[in-house]
């Protein structure tokens, strides 16, 4: 039968006889042709910057919300996030962006329903195995610590292992007021 031969074709063409293999192509249409005894598997991915993403609601409904009305630097401040799923789902992320004049002033450990939490300095994660249809609010205590104008980037939810069920709010403005 011979080598296993992988011809990639699109804006650029490759002809791949040694595996595994990674590399960058140009965007566009990409067609696969693969000749071999044993099966091959081939993950294709693309990245863009979206400046002003539109809310999706298809899957999941998400919106956060600020516990008070007004930010004040040096004041505590819980960042509520509401989430209605609209169907049965099993291993979702909670993705929870961080206003830039905010940092963490705590970091709770997994809530009921939660099966974990992740805290980097932009964004928590709030892992779940699995989220009926309904309602769910889930809280991180912020402290806002620099007056300014900031932008909160769009809280999104989406099912970890099938990420084109989704579900993202859009982007909002924050307003942290001086002492």
């Not at 009305?69 to 909670?94: C, F, I, S, W």
Request: hydrophobic content about 40%.
């Amino acid at each position: 039968v011979g080598n296993p031969v992988l011809d990639v074709n699109g804006a650029d063409t490759k002809h791949i006889t040694q595996f595994p293999q990674t590399m960058k192509l140009a965007g566009g249409l990409l067609q696969f042709s693969y000749r071999g005894a044993t099966p091959a598997y081939v993950s294709a991915w693309q990245e863009r910057w979206v400046a002003q993403p539109a809310p999706v609601d298809k899957d999941f409904k998400v919106t956060t919300a600020f516990s008070a009305a007004h930010l004040t630097a040096g004041k505590p401040v819980d960042l509520k996030v509401q989430v209605e799923v609209l169907r049965d789902a099993e291993y979702v992320m909670v993705e929870v962006p961080i206003p830039s004049g905010c940092m963490y002033e705590s970091k709770p450990q997994a809530g009921v329903g939660e099966s974990h939490r992740e805290y980097a300095y932009e964004k928590a994660n709030i892992y779940c195995k699995q989220l009926k249809r309904g309602h769910y609010t889930f809280t991180i205590p912020l402290l806002a610590r620099f007056a300014g104008n900031y932008t909160l980037n769009p809280a999104l939810v989406e099912c970890m292992y099938f990420p084109t069920i989704f579900g993202r709010e859009g982007q909002k403005r924050v307003v942290i007021g001086r002492k």
